[in-house]
């Protein structure tokens, strides 16, 4: 049945009510930020992301009421300031490493259906400025497996393995068992190859950042430590598909990001210094950014990070499917008032 919305401009008013209260106490390095347009995507509006101290990074879920601990900033935020914005059209960076067809992508992605519904955009090289919207993402197949016999927090070595040079770039490698304790191998963090060699697998290297500005995401010391001896690997990826064909296809040389949303954090470093890095919510991974020396005064007492862009809302989405033509497009499954996107 219809509903009819009562409610009063100025006589009822949303009223003040108590949230859950977060795990630990403000701290000086505290900082908040929110999605500024929370119907660019269903989620985006749902959480409110918090820094309470240099290695507590959390948010808040409106809809359940209930604080999740996330991934911890490679670089620890320092006094007098730090500072987050959201930033919509930003998410998910990666490259193709084939295109079966022109409605799939192989990428090296995450495992679930976490990225259906979202828009992907072509960012660069073949098809750049194309832009749809995922309708699906395979589950992800292992290609290679083994077994670390040492790593480091940008790399992993195999020696048992004689890979061609740079047979994986492009794909992802995740840590799915370490040795010993948890905080001892970097257990079940994923990361995108950069390159590898016959027995060596490298994906964080801050040299590489001038031609690949996500090129340095260690694995996250503070919580698992660097890659141990022992520790179980394998190399993967999945393929997604869109909603409709690329014109033109895409290929390896293609960049793109699908936009679940991203996270800046700028931060104090010494006495003139500031770090800057890069929240990948869906990925739960932090960039390390390049950040200039001494670009900023003496010594300061605040600073400020500012938004990255505006997003359009989404008002509506669908599929062709009536009579169309080179200036008209028909969706028989909708209902819309007459002209109201005029």
């Not at 604080?67 to 919509?88: R, V």
């Not at 790399?155 to 068992?177: F, H, P, R």
């Not at 895409?250 to 800046?264: A, K, P």
Request: contains cysteine; glycine residues 8%.
């Amino acid at each position: 049945m219809a509903f009819t919305n009562k409610l009063k401009n100025q006589v009822d008013m949303p009223v003040w009510e108590w949230c859950r209260f977060p795990p630990a106490v403000s701290s000086a390095l505290s900082t908040t930020c929110a999605a500024d347009n929370s119907t660019f995507s269903v989620q985006h509006g749902r959480y409110i992301y918090y820094l309470q101290a240099a290695t507590n990074f959390m948010r808040y879920d409106t809809i359940s009421d209930t604080w999740q601990q996330l991934a911890t900033p490679h670089i620890a935020p320092a006094i007098p300031y730090s500072s987050m914005s959201f930033a919509g059209g930003m998410g998910y960076y990666a490259r193709p490493i084939s295109v079966p067809s022109s409605t799939t992508i192989q990428a090296p992605l995450l495992s679930g259906k976490v990225f259906k519904g979202f828009n992907i955009r072509i960012i660069g090289g073949t098809g750049a400025g194309q832009q749809r919207v995922v309708t699906d993402t395979a589950d992800v197949l292992a290609t290679d497996f083994g077994t670390a016999t040492a790593g480091a927090i940008g790399s992993l070595t195999d020696t048992n393995k004689n890979w061609q040079v740079n047979q994986w770039v492009g794909y992802q490698i995740k840590i799915v068992l370490s040795t010993g304790a948890a905080a001892t191998g970097g257990a079940i963090q994923t990361r995108k190859i950069l390159y590898n060699t016959a027995t060596v697998i490298t994906f964080a290297d801050s040299a590489r950042c001038p031609e690949d500005p996500w090129a340095n995401t260690p694995i996250l010391t503070t919580a698992f430590g660097t890659i141990a001896a022992g520790s179980a690997y394998q190399i993967e990826s999945s393929v997604l598909t869109v909603n409709s064909a690329f014109s033109p296809a895409l290929d390896t040389t293609s960049r793109f990001v699908i936009q679940t949303g991203g996270i800046w954090l700028a931060s104090a470093q010494g006495t003139s210094n500031y770090s800057l890095q890069y929240y990948d919510i869906q990925a739960d991974q932090w960039f390390i950014r390049t950040a200039n020396t001494g670009p900023v005064i003496t010594t300061p007492t605040d600073g400020t990070i500012q938004r990255f862009g505006e997003n359009a809302s989404i008002w509506e989405m669908g599929t062709a499917n009536g009579t169309n033509s080179t200036t008209v497009l028909q969706d028989t499954t909708q209902s819309w008032v007459v002209n109201q996107f005029v």
